[in-house]
């Protein structure tokens, strides 16, 4: 399976972090969207007429929306993922997914115009992407509410993968998340999951290693 | 707020490679500038009230100042090797003084918990013994002998090494650093951070790399180094004060940070003080 | 001044709070211990809330140096064998937790912080008004002990605003304690509302 992937592309890391998270091994194809803008020459154009990334193969499967993606990965290898157990469920879950389109435009355009020199209204879409994030986190404290530690169960989905990278990443674009607490303790909750990785912006949980203990260091391997 | 002595310093204004006729606008210490290309094929720079710029161009970008620069560029002689591959990183904006940015590149003892994994990782933290002078002659800051373990030191690197640093402080916002090249035992592999200083408390940051490295392709020697830089700019931007302080008393600096106990006193001996922080507060 | 709610700082985790002296980090150690420090890290600035609790200690996230609950430093990753010198310490602040929520003590005071006997905490959310603007949006009675009490859901609640230096509020809301689940995502809802009458009549101010 290959991916055209952008490093500081959050919606490439959607990507790269459920597949890390399930198991399921990529081949990556860097993409050169800053400074070198290759997602939108010929060659990828033929790929994804939008211009967009990322970009995800397999055989003759060809697709271009990271939630497809996330809905591809989880399907082959990890139904319980897929957030469909009830019809509330399922409904939620896309909910989620478009919501995450919406972070995208808000949380993710304010970073590329404060972090790569993108021209935008900049206090709108900062604007929008704090109306979005206080959104979630009235969602995330009722889920608590229910003794639930993610969007729409007691364990990960895709909508979780979907809403974090971009809600993780929003300091780079000057949006604060002091003031959420739920998101703070989702945001952790996945940094804690077995088989995450992390992207430029968001630090190991050096916590869950513990200190080492010096003089039992011995010779670099 | 004063540009000071920093004014007739050359400064990175944009890829050389980027510039075109139609021109581009950015900001200098303050000032908004125009950079476009000339039917000759030369690069002009103008303030917003049309005054012309000295410009040079070299190690990639387009360098100029707002005042009257006394000395020419500085060289980077290892990056006019033959063989070596030129890597553009572009730039990345950071709200941080410009002198932050330049003091955490040439900082090693960061690497285990910025950069897990790749620079550097727990239990590897400790930082020996290095040199560190102020060459008097060329008026630059120097680190020699500096040594950290690396699990993965460079794209072409595989499993970890001990890699050997030299620093380089030639300007006040411009770094080189040395480093062991994988590829080329014998060799350094040239990394620089040139540091655009918008305002004291904003920066442009222009990443640039001269590597003896034929096997991995241009876009991934780019993203590596975006890689890193990206780690540090949610820590550049979350140091308080802003400013870097350059008066003892306000941080602890230990054995470690020679390299910047000595870069702040050479900024202060020259009253480089544009993203200072004079007084304690 | 109430800064935070028990139930949202579990054990080894560490969060940013703006107070009047400033900046702080709270953390609570891996087993239970609440403490404040500065949030600006001795060694370079960086701020602590970005750091990391291992076991009793807060670390820095940029060079690793450890801080105790008393602030001194414990260890310095890049010299191993080095004590940190006594000199090296993060200041530190009071806090006291009863109620499932998180008290700094402002200056030196003998007062305890207010009991509410017959509420618990359910939620704190961020506020684009001052205080004064959220207690005429509730249409509450303000307490000697700086609390507001008013009705939301048809639920009496208690809220506790704590001023923040860029002129917006930290609000925590108190329920009932016999709530039910259901009311309380009722309070939850109905906080939200609030939230936007406070904000709408700032604006429609500022416009005035
Ligand atoms: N198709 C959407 C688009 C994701 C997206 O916005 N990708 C950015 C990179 S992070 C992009 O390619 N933007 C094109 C551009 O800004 O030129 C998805 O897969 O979620
Ligand atoms: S700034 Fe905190 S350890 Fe260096
Ligand atoms: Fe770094």
């Known amino acids: 399976m290959k991916l055209y992937d952008y490093i500081l592309s959050p919606s490439c890391y959607k990507v ?49 929306e990271s939630a497809a993606m996330l809905v591809y990965l989880a399907s082959l290898t990890s139904p319980d993922w897929l957030g469909r157990d009830t019809a509330a469920e399922a409904a939620r879950t896309e909910q989620w997914l478009s919501f995450a389109q919406r972070l995208t435009a808000s949380l993710g355009g304010a970073r590329l115009c404060e972090m790569l020199l993108r021209p935008g209204d900049l206090a ?66 996945i940094r804690a999951l077995p088989g995450f990785i992390e992207m430029p912006g968001i630090h190991r949980l050096h916590e869950l290693k513990p200190e080492p203990v010096h003089g039992a260091e011995g010779e670099p391997a | 707020m004063t540009t000071g002595a920093m004014r007739d310093e050359w400064y990175p204004v944009g890829l050389r490679s980027k510039v075109d ?18 039917p000759g094929g030369a690069v002009a720079v103008e303030t917003a009230d049309g005054r012309a ?44 003084s410009p002198l932050r940015a330049v003091e955490n590149f040439l900082d090693i003892a960061h690497f285990p918990f910025v950069h897990t994994d790749i620079l550097g990782a727990e239990p590897h933290t400790e930082v020996e013994r290095y040199e560190v002078e102020i060459r008097e002659k060329e008026d630059e800051v120097w680190a020699t002998k500096v040594r950290f373990y690396q699990p993965q030191a460079a794209k072409s690197a595989s499993g970890g090494i001990t890699t050997d640093y030299m620093y380089r402080v030639p300007a006040p916002t411009c770094s080189v650093l040395y480093k062991t090249c ?66 003892p008393g306000m941080e602890i600096p230990t054995r470690a940070d020679l390299t910047s106990v000595a870069y702040r006193r050479w900024l202060k001996r020259h009253n480089y003080t544009y993203g200072a922080q004079l007084v304690a507060q | 001044m109430p800064v935070a709610l028990s139930s949202d700082i579990p054990p080894a985790t560490v969060i940013p709070l703006q107070t009047p002296s400033g900046p702080m980090a709270l953390w609570r150690s891996a087993s239970g211990r609440l403490s404040m420090s500065a949030d600006r890290c001795p060694h370079r600035g960086m701020r602590l809330s970005h750091g990391f609790v291992r076991g009793e200690a807060l670390s820095c996230i940029y060079h690793g140096w450890s801080y105790s ?6 260890r310095i990753p890049a010299h191993p064998d080095l004590e940190p010198p006594a000199a090296i310490r993060v200041a530190t602040a009071t806090v006291c ?50 609390s507001m009490q008013g009705e939301l ?34 309070i939850s809802s109905a906080t939200e509302a609030l939230r936007r009458t406070a904000e709408t009549a700032l604006a429609t101010e500022a416009a005035a």
């Not at chain 1, 597949?19 to 154009?45: M, N, Q, T, Y």
């Not at chain 3, 609640?157 to 923040?164: G, H, N, Y």
């Open chain 1, 16 to 64: 790269r972090l459920l597949a890390a998270l399930l198991g399921i091994p990529l081949e990556l194809r860097a993409v050169d969207f800053h400074p070198g803008g290759e997602h939108r020459k010929p060659e990828l154009l033929a790929l994804n007429p939008a211009g967009s990334i990322p970009i995800l193969e397999d055989g003759e499967l060809r697709l271009t």
């Open chain 3, 69 to 74: 609950q008393d602030g001194h430093c414990l």
């Open chain 1, 124 to 189: 709108a879409l900062q604007a929008a992407g704090i109306a979005a994030l206080r959104e979630l986190e009235a969602a995330l404290f009722a889920q608590r509410l229910h003794g639930e530690d993610f969007l729409v169960a007691g364990r990960p989905t895709i909508a979780d993968i979907a809403c974090f990278p971009y809600v993780a990443l929003a300091p780079d674009g000057s949006v604060s998340l002091d003031p959420y607490p739920s998101i703070r303790l989702w945001l952790r909750a």
């Open chain 3, 97 to 146: 937790e009863t109620g499932g929520v998180v008290w700094l003590a402002l200056a030196q005071t003998e007062s305890q912080p207010p009991r509410f006997s017959h509420h618990t905490p359910l939620r704190s959310l961020a506020f684009a008004a001052a205080p004064t603007a959220i207690l005429v949006a509730l249409n509450g009675r303000a307490s000697a002990d700086g």
């Open chain 2, 182 to 247: 994988p590829a080329r035992p014998g060799e350094w592999d040239v990394i620089t951070l040139f540091v655009q200083p918008l305002t004291e408390e904003l920066c442009d940051v222009w990443p640039w790399m001269a590597l003896y490295d034929d096997v991995t392709p241009m876009t991934d020697l780019i993203h590596f180094q975006q890689m890193i830089f990206l780690q540090d700019r949610s820590i550049l931007e979350n140091q308080i004060p802003r400013r870097l302080p350059l008066d």
């Open chain 2, 21 to 38: 006729a139609g021109g581009q606008q950015t900001m200098l210490m303050g000032e908004q500038i125009r950079l476009r290309e000339t």
């Open chain 3, 153 to 186: 859901a048809g639920l009496s609640v208690i809220l506790l605003c704590a001023p923040q230096p860029d002129g917006t509020s930290m609000v925590h809301v108190l329920a009932p304690s016999d709530a039910t689940l259901e009311e309380r995502l009722a």
């Open chain 2, 53 to 96: 710029l000295p410009v040079v161009v070299g190690h990639g970008h387009v360098w100029t100042s707002l005042g009257q620069p006394t000395r020419p560029l500085f060289a980077i002689p290892e990056a006019d090797q033959p063989g070596r591959r030129l890597v553009e990183v572009g730039v990345v904006r950071v709200r941080c």
